[in-house]
Each structure stands twice: as C-alpha cells, then as structure tokens.
C-alpha cells in the first residue's frame, strides 16, 4: 500500500472520528428516535417548484399550467417529470434515526450550515408548495452504515437519515433529469416536417389528412409512412448529455449542422453534427434554444433522416374509386370514353367492357404499389402507351395519368410506368395487369 493511499484513509478516518466526537459531545444534545423528518410531507401534486443549490451551481424547476416541469434557471428545457419527483418523494419518505442538537461549530463539522450563519451546507433543496411555505432541506456529510445530516431550514438540531436524498442530491446529475426526447411536441395536429440536408431541403405538410412533399418536388406522400416517420421522430431521444453552453458549437460540426429537423408544432429545430469521435454512427446534436449539446444514437440518427423517396405515394393517382363514375382513355388512334352502368362498364353510345377489365385498369392506377419510383425531368415520349383521364360526377375532371410501357426483352425490360404530372415516375413490374389498349379493354 503506497504512502499516498495510507494518507487517504487516515484522513478519512480522522473526519468520521470528528464528527462523531462532534455529535455525542454531551448526553442532553443527542437522542435516538425514529420519526419522519417532514411531518407534512410534500407530495408530487402540492409541489410547484424545486431549487437545488450545490455551492456554486444552482438549478430551479418549476411546473406549468398543464402539469409539465421544466429548468428554468440556469436555462429552460423540460423534464422528465418522473425522474424529477423522485427527489419529492424521497424526501417525504425520509425517516430520522437519530437527532442532534447544534450550534455554529457543530453545524460546520455536519455540513449543515444555514446561509445565515455565514457558511453553506453541501446542497440546499428547496420545495415550493402550493398555498404553503416553502420547505427548505440543508444536506450535510455523510457517515457510517450509510446514513447522512440532514437539517431543516435554520433549526438548532439536525438529525441522521438514511442517503437516498443525498445520493440524489449529491451524485447524481440534474441533466440526467431532462426529458430525452428530442421532438416532444409530436401530436396527431402536427401538419408540417421540413428536413435540411447539405443543399437539400424536403418538406412535407399535410392538409385534409393527407401529407404532400412540397419541396423540392410537389407530390403526394404516403399517409401511412408519414405517419410512420412521426412516430420515429416521436420516440426520438438523446442518449446523454455531453456539454452545456459550449464555446463552440463549431468544434461538434454544428455551424453549419450536418442536418436540421423542423416540425410546425412546437416550434424547435433539431440540429444535428458531426459523428462523436469513436463512434460509428452515433452523432453530436442541439435543440435551437437549449445551450446543451447532446449525443445521439446512431440508431436515432437513422430513424429521423429517413430517405424521401421511402415515403412517396407509390400508387399511380389519389383518386378513390369510388369516386370514379367515368373514363377517358387517349391513344395513338383515338380515345375510348367508359362509363359506369351500376355494377358495370360500357362504352360511350357502345356495348359492354368485358367484365373486370376497367377494374383492372382503376386497380393497376390506385391500388398497385410501385415497387421503384424515380424522380424524372422527362422520358421518351415513344413510351407513352396511353394516357387515363378519370372523371367524377357530371364528367368533372379528377386526375390524369400518363402509362408508359418499356419494350419487351432484349431491348427493354417490359416494365411499366405511370406518371401523375408529378415529376415521379412510379414503375410496375413487368407482369402486372394494365389493361390500357382497346383489346386489352375487351373492346
């Protein structure tokens, strides 16, 4: 054992003989009990404001209207309320097991000492209580078999409690006590997410309950996986917090950031950095507003960069069947005007559709899934097979859909294309029913 750890202990050993000798100085100053430290206790409904000073840091929480807890000092961020009423109920808990009467010395050698007696305890906790006086918690030393001091506001007698307070109080760090989620505002009323990435910005927002990219490309988006993508951005949170009010945000790659998230509700933005260094993928990221940089899991990271294209509406037109009481089909060689009879199709001034072929038609344009889609500026006109106009009630136009078709091999892969006026082209297998052609249609 080295000279230096022989020192160590025998330090130690002298503190704990001190405040022994502290606290059985005479036989009228201590007693032996078991009663509750806090006769009326707090509760998590009748606190409305924690203080937690440790010599020279100091955090407040405070609850709002709707019930959440926040930090307000030394910066706002909310909390996870769970996490943060641990330290009420704990207190309330808080059974004494021995009672000491003291003074200025004795207060000192406990670490107990009230601001007005001209010293400082180890950390001073500060309930704030509903119509009540604020209930004030002076913790000091703790000593053997795991107990530690504790004090009520300036009262002459301290009295020996079990440390669950002080480990929280003492050891644990309060940014372990904020609210993780990095989107916590995510609600079914969110109706915009806009997404920066280098150059890139794409941008989705709802209307009427269906969600449409508006940038770069106007498009429809797949309810479904928008859906999805919300409850990514939901379930979001951060694994740690690595420093707050850095210098240089600079030095996490977060001026400019990697990438940045914004959602209508709420109103934060997620930045997000560069990759912590020794990670494969997990990544440095802040919240506009909150001067805390944090880490984010590479899984995380993942889950709210998803790529776009997986969230395009992969069917050929919007339109709900139901809706469509006629067709117009344009070819090379003239157009084919369907209507719906009842429960089936039939030409214009003509005989029947053979049955199910216009149902093959709306089925391959408003229920078939693309497989592939591509973003296109233009394609060979030469592809174009024909062109599908649906009509609503009264003829009214509803949508219109271009169907392209690739040669057949060995020049082509006979795959089919459909192209809403979008700018994506949505692409069908080869084998798929698009019954597009007068014999096709059974006419």
Do not use: C
């Amino acid at each position: 054992m080295t000279p230096r750890r022989i020192g160590i202990i025998w330090g130690v050993a002298v503190v704990l003989v001190g405040i022994a000798v502290a606290v059985s100085r005479s036989g009228d100053a201590s007693a032996t009990i078991d009663a509750p430290v806090l006769t009326d206790a707090p509760t998590t409904a009748s606190v409305k404001a924690i203080e937690l000073d440790r010599g020279d840091d100091t955090w407040r929480f405070e609850r709002d209207e709707d019930g959440r807890w926040w930090q307000v000092e030394p910066f706002r961020h909310r909390m996870d309320t769970a996490a943060l009423m641990t330290m009420v109920e704990t207190a309330a808990a808080l059974r004494a097991v021995r009672q000491v009467d003291i003074d200025a010395q004795r207060a000192a050698t406990l670490g107990v000492t009230h601001p007005s007696e001209g010293g400082a305890s180890l950390a001073r906790l500060v309930f704030d209580i509903n119509d009540g006086e604020p209930m004030v918690l002076l913790l000091g030393r703790r000593g053997i078999g795991g107990r530690g001091w504790i004090r009520i506001d300036d009262a002459p007698t301290a009295m020996a409690v079990d440390a669950s307070l002080h480990a929280i109080t003492l050891d644990e760090a309060p940014q372990t006590w904020r609210d993780a989620r990095l989107f916590p505002d995510v609600t079914t009323t969110t109706a915009s997410i806009s997404r920066t990435l280098g150059d890139e910005v794409v941008t989705w927002e709802q209307a009427d309950g269906r969600w449409r990219f508006t940038t770069p490309i106007t498009t429809r988006a797949d309810t479904s996986a928008v859906q999805n993508h919300l409850g990514a951005l939901a379930s979001a949170t951060f694994s740690a917090v690595l420093l707050d009010a850095p210098v240089d945000v600079g030095a996490f790659g977060l001026d400019p950031p990697f990438a940045s998230i914004k959602l209508d509700t709420g109103g934060s933005v997620l930045h997000i950095g560069d990759r912590v260094s020794g990670s494969t993928g997990d990544r440095y990221a802040m919240v506009d507003g909150v001067p805390s940089v944090v880490r984010m899991p590479a899984a995380t990271v993942e889950a709210v960069l998803v790529d776009p294209v997986t969230i395009v509406d992969r069917t050929g037109s919007g339109v709900a069947a139901a809706d469509v009481q006629s067709i117009r089909v344009l070819l090379g060689d003239g157009e084919l005007r369907l209507e719906r009879s009842l429960d089936r199709w039939r030409l214009v001034d003509g005989d029947m559709v053979r049955a199910g072929r216009a149902e093959a038609l709306l089925d391959a344009l408003l229920n078939e899934p693309a497989p592939d889609v591509e973003l296109v500026s233009s394609y060979p006109e030469a592809l174009v097979v024909g062109t599908v106009v649906l009509e609503g009630a009264g003829r009214r136009p509803l949508d219109t859909v271009k169907v392209l078709q690739e040669p057949p091999p060995p020049h082509g892969q006979g795959r089919w294309g459909l192209d809403n006026g979008d700018g994506v082209l949505r692409i069908l297998p080869a084998g798929t029913s698009v019954p597009v052609s007068r014999s096709a249609l059974g006419v």
